[in-house]
């Protein structure tokens, strides 16, 4: 009897021991995780799908990732957003981080791959407007969103085209007012994204191809990079393999975007069921088309950048808005974290 006790109280102690190592390892492969808070450009909008099958396929928790994505409020409100420990990455505009990195160098974040490599930044106006080019601004009132890119690359694009834009009135409105507004007359008119305004205008019964004009600053000798993951420099110091994690996870979830639109359109539907499937799809489709699709992606793969562009882009940058350094091209743009130049994508038709 004795003897039956004792083994009963050793099989406890053995199972008791496996269980303990078991939670263990539990509570060790948990924290083996690495949390990552990133903060998107704007709402819930179709490409964004590119970034949510990452999530929804597991290809973030395949390389030991926990990542929460939240809605944004333009892209130049991210850079802040991290600069400030809000959020580890973002997807913002690099010439937002540009100008943070010329006045307060150690507080920018830094650029770790490129995806909108062609300039979306547009002033819309009424397809009977008089206003037919920068030249024709001074006298107008023209509106857009505090944090918008194309209104903070304003400034560059007043000293680039030669335009008195002191005699230009800028006034500040929410985002979901910007069309309607300029449709009714109460502004001449909107900075903005020409995606974004295009497929805004759409959803508020607006024809863009009839109604609208698009004056692109891509035209006056802006041929800026625009929105990019970026990740906080402490962050990527400390979880260097985190951030490569990231972007072979995001490379991925961008190559089944592509093979599958309404795969990465659902995506955002699941998230934000309001959203109209068809004008969303078509929204995905034109940003491909309108501001991924830079000639240099040929060359040099998605996600990267050419150094002599960029470096040209930063000197417009502080030129026109008198910043008081130029930062180096590393300083924005680190393209160590970059998966392998063979597994990026060549072309996103």
């Known amino acids: 009897m004795a003897d039956h006790q004792m083994k009963t109280r050793a099989r406890r ?3 008791a021991a496996i269980a303990a190592f078991s939670t263990l390892g539990a509570a060790t492969a948990t924290q083996a995780e690495t949390d990552i808070k990133l903060v998107l450009n704007w709402k ?109 690359l304003f400034p ?18 929410q985002p979901n007012l910007r069309e309607q507004m300029l449709m009714k007359g109460q502004v001449d008119g909107v900075f903005g994204y020409v995606n974004t305004i295009r497929f805004s205008a759409k959803l508020i019964g607006v024809d863009p ?3 609208i004009r698009f004056i692109s600053y891509g035209d006056y000798g802006m041929d800026l990079y625009s929105n990019a993951i970026i990740v906080a420099k402490s962050f990527a110091k400390e979880n260097p393999e985190a951030v490569r994690g990231f972007l072979r996870a995001l490379n991925r979830s961008i190559k089944e975007a592509i093979k599958d639109p309404d795969a990465a359109v659902a ?5 934000e069921p309001l959203i109209k499937t068809d004008v969303e799809r078509e929204r995905f489709d034109a940003t491909l088309a309108d501001e991924m699709s830079h000639p240099e992606v040929a060359k040099i793969g998605l996600g990267d950048i050419e150094e002599a562009r960029l470096a040209k882009s930063i000197d417009i940058l502080v030129q026109a808005n008198g910043l008081p350094r130029t930062p180096s091209v590393g300083e924005v743009f680190d393209r160590s974290f970059l998966p392998a130049r063979s597994e990026l994508l060549t072309s996103v038709e």
């Open 13 to 15: 102690t053995v199972l």
């Open 209 to 211: 191809d009839k109604e």
């Open 267 to 271: 995506a955002v539907k699941a998230r």
């Open 156 to 173: 560059a694009l007043c000293s680039i085209s030669k335009t008195d834009c002191s005699k230009v009135e800028v006034t500040n409105m």
């Open 44 to 152: 819930y909008q179709g490409p964004q799908g590119l970034l949510f099958l990452a999530e929804d396929k597991g290809y973030f928790k395949e390389e030991g990732l926990n990542v929460t994505m939240d809605q944004g409020n333009g892209s130049g409100a991210a850079v802040p957003l991290v600069a400030n420990g809000a959020y580890d990455m973002g997807f913002g505009d690099i010439n937002a981080l540009i100008e943070l990195a010329a006045k307060k160098p150690d507080d920018a974040p830094v650029g770790v791959f490129m995806m909108y490599n062609q300039p979306p930044f547009t002033i819309a106006v009424k397809a009977d407007s008089p206003i037919k080019s920068p030249a024709d601004f001074p006298g107008h009132i023209l509106g857009g969103a505090a944090n918008d890119g194309a209104l903070k």
